[in-house]
């Protein structure tokens, strides 16, 4: 907000320093923002139901009211086990039994960007799925929506497809994939061939890794599709055809 009310105010008026915060902020595309999963007695978190789904305070408690109305009783139903969570912009309620939620349904993964290609939201959305009880066949199905998703950015590329992933990789990088945007592809295509035949890698019980990987799908739809989709359209929308041919000549004659 501050930054906001200073980039209006006449140059002179700012340090350059100051000004070159102000270019930083107001020309880098905004992140994917960080994702907390749920977890039991963090007092923030993104909120386990659907309809919500954004980072948000959660008020903690237990009820004995819950179980007398329940009509509960028994050792699986011993108070002590349960906690509930109010989420503050929404205002549902997350039951959690010991550390585990028990509701909503719930997948610790990111969602998918909504972006997203369909050929490969059901990969992901399978992965989501499955991630607490199989971090191994999550990261094997997100290496195949990798698969899928370097393939269809070759095509994009007017470029024959490669024997494999690896091989797409490189197309990719010879058609200018920035650096970090490899690295993601390469960290989804080793990690998840690790999950299907181990050798370093032992991805058994290793959920947060497997949770990271979700994050690399999204980013690198956010870097290939969303951003760029975002842009040309802004550019096909609002600059006039006459500026649209001066461009076309200036970069004929460069
Ligand atoms: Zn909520």
């Known amino acids: 907000m501050a930054l906001a009310q200073e980039a209006a105010q006449p140059v002179a008026a700012l340090g350059a320093a100051k000004l070159q915060e102000v270019i930083v902020t107001e020309t880098t595309p905004a992140p994917i923002p960080d994702y ?37 009783a028994g050792p699986d139903y011993s108070e002590a086990r349960f906690s509930f969570a109010v989420c503050d912009r929404c205002g549902d309620v997350s039951i959690w039994r010991d550390a585990k939620i028990i509701f909503p349904s719930y997948s610790p993964a990111p969602r998918p960007h909504r972006n997203t290609p369909p050929e490969i939201l059901t990969d992901v959305k399978e992965a989501r799925d499955i991630v607490t009880a199989s971090p191994r066949g ?47 592809l390469d960290a989804l295509r080793v990690i998840g061939n690790e999950a299907v035949h181990p050798g370093v890698l032992d991805l058994k019980d290793d959920q947060d890794t497997a949770l990271k990987l979700f994050r690399l799908v999204n980013v690198i739809i ?32 460069a």
Not at 45 to 59: A, K, L, Y
Not at 155 to 178: H, S, T, Y
């Open 36 to 72: 907390t999963p749920a977890q039991l007695e963090l007092d923030g978190f993104h909120c386990p139901h659907s309809t919500c789904g954004v980072f948000s305070r959660q008020r903690w408690f237990r009820s004995a009211r819950f179980f007398q109305t329940q009509n509960l």
């Open 222 to 253: 956010e870097n290939r599709i969303a951003e760029p989709t975002e842009i040309e359209s802004l550019y096909v929308s609002k600059v006039p055809d006459s500026k649209k041919e001066q461009i076309g000549k200036r970069d004929a004659t």
């Open 138 to 184: 999550a990261a094997a199905l997100l290496r195949l929506a990798a698969e899928k998703l370097a393939s269809s950015l070759v095509e994009k590329c007017g470029r024959p497809q490669g024997k494999d992933l690896n091989d797409n990789i490189r197309i990719l990088v010879e058609e200018g994939l920035p650096r970090s945007i490899q690295q993601a």
